[in-house]
Structure formats: C-alpha cells, structure tokens
C-alpha cells in the first residue's frame, strides 16, 4: 500500500470516528443522505395574512418564527399563530421544520423539531420544508442540522442574491455519519441537558436585566421630579437639576483614516464594534496628547451605532471617533455618572419606539438636563448598580461558557 493510500485509508476511518465518544460505543458510524433518513413531508406558502388573533385550534410554523427562535423545540407550551382551519396534511411529533430562505448564509435550513403539540392541529407554513425522520432521532437530525459542517454545507448549496434559499432537492444531498440508535440517544441526552441549562441561565440573566431597569426606573426621578420613587433611608433633600454639560466633559475621540491603522503597532485603536464583538482590532504608533487616551476605569460613551456609558476595563488604547472620554466634576461621582447615563439611554431607547437611531450629537447630550442627588447619595446608589452590575457580568459569563461547551458538543460528537 502506497503511503497516500495509507493516508486516504487514515482519513476515512477518522471520519467514521468523532473526535468525543461515550463509553461503552465502539462501533464505526455510517455514512447517510438526508434523503436518505427523511422523507419530506408537506408544507404551505401560508403568510402572515392568515393569522387570526383568536383560538382556532389551528397553528402554523412560519419561517421567520423559526429565524426568531419562536419556533425551535417546539413543545404542548410553545405561543404560535392560529391560523383558520382547514383540510391540510398536518404536522407530526417528530417531524423537522427547515427554513428555505434566509436573509443571511447562516439562517439557511435553520430547524426547528416537533417535540411536542401545541394544539391538536399544526402546519408547516410559508419557505418552510417538511423532514419526516425515518431512521434517525428526530432530535439528533435537528442537533446535526446545527453544526458547522451543515452550515458549511448551506452556504455551498444557498442560492440567491438578497435573499438565500435551498431547495429539498439539494438539502436532501447532505451527506453525514450517523451512529446506531442507542448512541444518538445518548448524545441527544447530553446536548439536551446543556439547553436545558442554558434556558435556565437565559432566564436568571434576562430577569436580572429586567431588575437593572427597574431600579434605573425608579431610583432616578422622572418627568421633571424632583425626588425618585425608590430611596435610601436617610435622604430627603430633593435632587438638583443641571446642564449635564457643566458636570461632565465629553471629550472626542480621534478620526483616523485608513492608512493610518496599523495591523499591529504600539497602541490598540478602540471602536465600537470592539466594546460587545471580537471585532478586528486596528493599531497605532502615533504619539498624541493625554486626552486621546483612555486607560482602565476611564468612563466612556459610544454615540454612534450603539449608544451607552462603559467602563474600560482594558490596557491602555486610544478611543476612536465615535466614542468621547468622559471626565467629571467634583459635583459628580464617576461611578454614578456611568448609571445617570446608563439611565438615560435607556429612555432615549424607549423613545425610539422601535426605529433606529443613528447617532447623537455632543451638543446634544451637553444640554441635557439631569437631577443628581448629593454626592453620597450618589455613592451608595452606585454601590447597588455596580453589584448588580457584577452578578449580571457573572451570569453573562457562565451563560457564555454553557454555549462554548455546547459548541464545543457539537462539533467533536458528530463526525
């Protein structure tokens, strides 16, 4: 045997093989077609003009539900349309919805799973298609339908220009291993018990934030009041209203034009794509005066794309145009002056009533009028928002991790 043979034989038995295997499960895996484990059953081009605000004992599964995460294990508690009845081939416990088109390569045939009824009568509606498993989990097919090689596979076989589409024709091309029966329950199983945590730690991080926007509700006052709803024993004076511009300075940040970005350098450049995303840090060599800089505890505002307050926690960097350091007076505290804004993006965000807003101006924000408190009512109010703010950023780390480790399932369970 020739040594590239040796390396093909070494490739096909690696690929019937993944990489992370529960004990006990030795046996090779099986090559199969999508076409091959399911059968496609039927679904309707029904859009949203047929849904009906009253119970009809009728529901559909519209590709968008699917793009939203309102229909993805889809159980007896599951909220979707109602639809007007009629004489149509329904949907099974079992049974796999795929979204056709998507917006986006990475929502083509997103799934969703019938695990359980919602109402006596559910449909497939508008760019969806029907996969009726017949010799595998309906819960394994679903889980493999997430994985990087499916993905990979939809942005080969997607079609279109603004909006990308697959067909049952090529999704039923998809060729993966499968192992026995035993062996997708078992790995069903485990992924499932990591969802399962996830949800549970989804909902302890999304009631926490909705905590965060009570207090900021109600312990800054509103509408031009004087004294907030929610207070620390021991203070009664009321509030001062001012120019947030005489109590803060916004200072701007530098422009740079391309060339000047460096793919490596002295100082890492801070957009604002880097604050939430492990968007491409840019550098620089220049050398510039104090205020271009901010340094770990610095407060900063993003005003343009996203709006908010920051503490960087960072090295030191320089802040890009779209973001202003902001230094306070002795007539503020840093620490309450990140919660004062924090607050008031969460009005001006209300107020947007779902549009979009593009950025906003310095002289803007300078002309605000806020109430503040004294400074050591500030102080403990700061106290209570940065706790909350530490047990969110716990939450929201262990939440991370939880979809790291499922990722991480994902790809070295199934080969």
């Known amino acids: 045997m020739t040594s590239q043979n040796r390396r093909l034989t070494m490739k096909n038995n690696q690929a019937k093989y993944p990489q992370l295997r529960f004990k006990g499960f030795t046996d090779p895996w099986e090559k199969r077609t999508l076409g091959q484990t399911t059968t496609k059953a039927k679904s309707y081009s029904l859009s949203r003009d047929v849904e009906r605000d009253h119970e009809t004992g009728y529901r559909y599964i519209h590709y968008g539900d699917i793009h939203t995460g309102v229909a993805d294990i889809v159980t007896e508690h599951t909220k979707l349309p109602n639809i007007e009845?009629?004489?149509?081939?329904?949907l099974r416990v079992n049974d796999l919805v795929v979204a056709d088109a998507s917006e986006d390569y990475q929502g083509i045939a997103e799934p969703a799973v019938v695990?359980?009824?919602?109402?006596?009568?559910?449909?497939?509606?508008?760019?969806?298609?029907?996969?009726?498993?017949?010799?595998?989990?309906?819960?394994?097919?679903y889980y493999l339908l997430h994985t990087d090689s499916f993905k990979h596979f939809g942005y080969q076989m997607g079609t279109g220009l603004k909006v990308f589409g697959i067909s049952w024709s090529n999704l039923s091309k998809f060729t993966?291993?499968?192992?026995?029966?035993?062996?997708?329950?078992?790995?069903?199983?485990?992924?499932?018990?990591?969802?399962?945590?996830?949800?549970?730690?989804?909902?302890?991080l999304s009631k926490l934030k909705e905590l965060k926007q009570g207090y900021l509700q109600k312990l800054f006052p509103k509408n031009g009041s004087k004294f907030p709803q929610l207070r620390f024993a021991g203070f009664a004076d009321a509030w001062e209203q001012r120019k947030l511009g005489d109590i803060v300075v916004f200072l701007n940040g530098r422009a740079y034009?391309?060339?000047?970005?460096?793919?490596?350098?002295?100082?890492?450049?801070?957009?604002?794509?880097n604050f939430n995303t492990n968007d491409k840090w840019y550098y620089s060599d220049l050398e510039l005066p104090a205020k271009n800089y901010?340094?770990?505890?610095?407060?900063?505002?993003t005003w343009a794309t996203a709006f908010g307050p920051h503490i960087w926690k960072g090295p030191k960097v320089i802040y890009h145009y779209h973001i202003w350091k902001v230094e306070t007076t002795s007539d503020i505290s840093k620490?309450?002056?990140?919660?004062?804004?924090?607050?008031?993006?969460?009005?001006?965000?209300?107020?947007?009533?779902?549009?979009?807003?593009?950025?906003?101006?310095?002289?803007?924000?300078?002309?605000?009028?806020?109430?503040i408190p004294g400074i050591s009512e500030q102080r403990?109010?700061?106290?209570?928002?940065?706790?909350?703010?530490?047990?969110?950023?716990?939450?929201q780390r262990k939440l991370e991790k939880l979809q790291e480790l499922k990722k991480g399932y994902l790809q070295k369970m199934f080969c």
């Open 115 to 141: 695990g359980g009824l919602p109402t006596q009568h559910l449909v497939a509606g508008l760019h969806t298609i029907t996969l009726r498993p017949s010799s595998a989990n309906s819960l394994y097919l």
């Open 294 to 301: 901010a340094d770990k505890g610095d407060l900063l505002y």
């Open 335 to 371: 620490n309450f002056a990140v919660h004062l804004l924090d607050a008031d993006q969460a009005q001006m965000t209300n107020s947007l009533n779902g549009s979009t807003m593009v950025h906003i101006t310095k002289g803007t924000m300078e002309n605000k009028i806020v109430t």
């Open 85 to 90: 009845p009629a004489n149509y081939d329904e």
């Open 176 to 204: 993966f291993m499968i192992p026995s029966r035993p062996e997708q329950e078992m790995i069903v199983r485990l992924i499932e018990s990591v969802d399962n945590l996830i949800a549970v730690n989804q909902r302890k």
């Open 257 to 273: 034009k391309q060339a000047e970005l460096l793919d490596s350098g002295k100082y890492p450049v801070l957009r604002v794509g």
């Open 380 to 395: 403990n109010m700061a106290r209570l928002l940065d706790q909350l703010d530490c047990t969110i950023a716990l939450h």
